[in-house]
């Protein structure tokens, strides 16, 4: 077994679900003792139990809670946020509040755990944005700017923050997480597979690639400021 992160702290806000839930378990898998957290308590307790990790109920829309979860942990060696909700909508249709609560979730929630984090200088912050901020589709313009405002922070604060390391995993269309479970599985499966017909690698990703993308950016001490396209592809076409 490589175990790169042992002995070290790693903390993945919205590690219940998805990719943060696939990070949290190469993680442990690697040494490192991790915390999971994100709002649902059950999700939390649950997901703590299944892998071997501390679980703690955090909304990163509330900054005191923020604080408090962030003072809690102490000093820490990497910091990963997946966690975040979003609202679509047209632009004629969507209240602005719809667009605001994104923001507040996407793009504040992962600045207020930079804010807070007490990270060890040989640390890493991986933030999480998306293909759509230069791939948008219809009625995505809050979710490309959103995609877009998490990229250039990652940018900013690899300067602010050195020499801790920031960056920014842009995923495409990945499979094993919550997006789209709305959807009847007939239909989702129809989505992936026309979406992998187009695609250079000819599929979609799962989280389990997304995970491997994240730990490199985490190991890899020459690695700041970049975001990294983790789409099979999707930019291109
Ligand atoms: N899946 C895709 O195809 C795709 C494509 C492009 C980009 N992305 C981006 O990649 C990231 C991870 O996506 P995913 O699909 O793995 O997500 P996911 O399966 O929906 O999981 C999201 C996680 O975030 C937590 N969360 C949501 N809001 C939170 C908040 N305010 N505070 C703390 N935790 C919160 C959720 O748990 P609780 O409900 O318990 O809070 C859950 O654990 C997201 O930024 C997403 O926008 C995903």
Not at 143 to 168: F, H, I, Q, S
């Amino acid at each position: 077994m490589n175990a790169e992160l042992t002995n070290q702290t790693v903390i993945v806000v919205g590690g219940t679900s998805g990719m943060g839930l696939a990070i949290a378990r190469l993680a442990i898998s690697r040494g490192a003792s991790v915390t999971v957290a994100s709002r649902s308590p059950d999700k939390v307790v649950a997901v703590a139990s299944e892998l071997g990790a501390v679980g703690v109920p955090l909304d990163t829309t509330d900054e005191a809670s923020v604080r408090e979860f962030f003072a809690a942990v102490g000093p820490l060696d990497h910091l990963v946020v997946t966690g975040s909700s979003v609202r679509t909508g047209t632009l004629k249709d969507a209240p602005l509040e719809d667009g605001e609560f994104t923001f507040r979730s996407k793009f504040f929630g992962p600045y207020l755990c930079a804010k807070y984090a007490q990270m060890k200088p040989t640390g890493s912050i991986t933030f999480f944005s998306g293909i759509l901020s230069r791939r948008p589709g219809h009625n995505d313009a809050v979710l490309a700017g959103v995609n877009a405002a998490v990229e250039a922070m990652g940018r900013a604060l690899a300067r602010d923050l050195a020499p801790v390391r920031v960056n920014t995993v842009s995923p495409g269309m990945t499979r094993g997480t919550s997006a789209y479970l709305s959807m009847p599985e007939a239909a989702r499966e129809g989505m992936y597979t026309s979406i992998a017909s187009n695609l250079p690698v000819g599929r979609v990703g799962t989280a389990d690639d997304i995970a491997a993308a994240t730990l490199m950016l985490m190991t890899n001490g020459f690695i700041t400021g970049v975001t990294l396209d983790v789409d099979g592809g999707g930019v291109l076409v």
